[in-house]
Every structure is written in C-alpha cells, then in structure tokens.
C-alpha cells in the first residue's frame, strides 16, 4: 500500500528553526508538494520537489531524497503566524495526490 | 498565482435537504478538479476527482448518489450533497489542476446540518 508518514505535532520556539519530516512509500514518485493549512482554512501551496536536493525559499526550504523516500521542510526565523498544520503529498505513478496526515506545528513565544 | 474560488463560504441547511456547492477557477481552464472533505483536526479525505466532460471517479467508501458531482466546464465543477444528514457537516475543499501537477485550492466551505 501507500504510505506517507509525518509527525503528528511539534512545538517550537519563535524565533528558532524547526523541521518538519516527511518519509513516503509509494507506488512511483512524480513528486512531493509541501502545502500549509492554517485551522478552518484551505492549504496554500509551499514547494514543489521533483529532483533530489534542497530548494530554498526565504524562510522555507524542502529538502528531497529520492532514494531514501524522505523529504523534510525547514523553517527559519519562526513566527507566530507558522503555526499551523504542515501538509506533505507524494504524486504517484497515476500522478494521483497521496496525501499526509499532516503535522501540526506550535509556536511559543 | 492562479486562483479558485468556492461559493458558499458557508452554510446551514436541515437535515434531508440538498446543498449545492460550487468550485470556478477564474483565470485558468481546469482540466482536472479535486473534492477533499475534511473533518475537525484531520487530514484532507479526498472524495473524488473530476475531469472536465465525464463522469467523476470517486474513492472507496464515497457514495455517488449521494455526491453528486457535475464537472460541466474546464472553469466549473459543482458538488451536491443529496439528502444531507449531520454526519455530513464538514469542510469541504475543492482543488483544481491545469496541465501541471500542483493543484490551487478553493477557500473551502464549511456545511452544517442541523
């Protein structure tokens, strides 16, 4: 079967960094999305992976391991605002959305 | 960025009655639409998906007839629930697809039935 699996929850301080990991088994891989979804609103689209490495948006980053089915989401400088549920979804061979339950994330000041 | 938009934000209807919900993409032709229900602190479900001109295909466990989902333009995908009953409250979010893989999602509605 398919298989996302991300943390249920974290907290973090402002100011600090935290990341966010995303292990994934499924049948064929073209590509992972990372969504965030603030509490009674849809998901907004944060990064897209297709090859392996790191890409780096101001204070977000998505890192991707093809072969070890790993994606992780950095997030520098933490806000108050970036809490909310962090979302990874895998594009498989039928180029079908997989999606993770999602990982919360809390923000203390 | 592109953009969907979802009519209603919200509403309340009666147990029995039927609820119309509509998805547009307003500056892209949506050769794909997405219907995820989502219920209080969980992830998105997704419902079924739908291609413009034919019937949508639904996910085990979704019940068509009472889901009815009409995909009649590249910029419209309407979804009725039938018959709603309070376990249906929800929020229910549609997402569109171009010719990429990234979907752009609605503003979600929220469905209560009381």
């Known amino acids: 079967g398919q298989n996302i699996d991300q943390p249920t929850e974290m907290t973090a301080t402002e100011g600090a960094i935290v990341q966010i990991n995303c292990t994934y088994q499924t049948s064929g891989f073209n590509g992972l999305f990372w969504y965030q979804q603030h509490a009674g609103e849809a998901p907004t689209f944060l990064s897209y992976?297709?090859l392996d490495g790191l890409e780096e948006k101001g204070r977000f980053s998505s890192f991707l391991s093809r072969s070890k089915g790993y994606s992780y989401l950095l997030l520098k400088e933490l806000q108050m605002k970036d809490s909310a549920s962090y979302l990874c979804?895998?594009?498989?061979?039928?180029?079908?959305?997989?999606w993770g339950a999602g990982t919360k994330l809390i923000i203390k000041p | 960025g592109a953009v969907v938009s979802q009519h209603p934000s919200w509403v309340i209807c009666k147990s029995g009655t039927s609820v119309k919900i509509e998805c547009r993409s307003l500056?892209?032709?949506?050769?794909?639409m997405f219907w995820y229900r989502q219920f209080p602190k969980q992830s998105l479900m997704l419902m079924a998906t739908?291609?413009?001109?034919?019937?949508?295909?639904?996910e085990q466990g979704v019940e068509k007839d009472k889901f009815l989902i009409n995909h009649a333009s590249l910029t419209l995908s309407t979804l009725t629930v039938t018959s709603a009953h309070p376990e249906d409250s929800s929020f229910y979010i549609c997402?569109?697809?171009?010719?990429?893989?990234?979907?752009?999602f609605g503003p979600g509605t929220r469905l209560t039935v009381t």
């Open positions: 992976n297709v």
């Open positions: 979804a895998v594009v498989d061979s039928n180029y079908q959305l997989i």
């Open positions: 739908s291609n413009e001109g034919s019937k949508a295909t639904y």
């Open positions: 500056d892209f032709q949506a050769t794909t």
């Open positions: 997402s569109a697809r171009e010719a990429d893989y990234e979907q752009y």
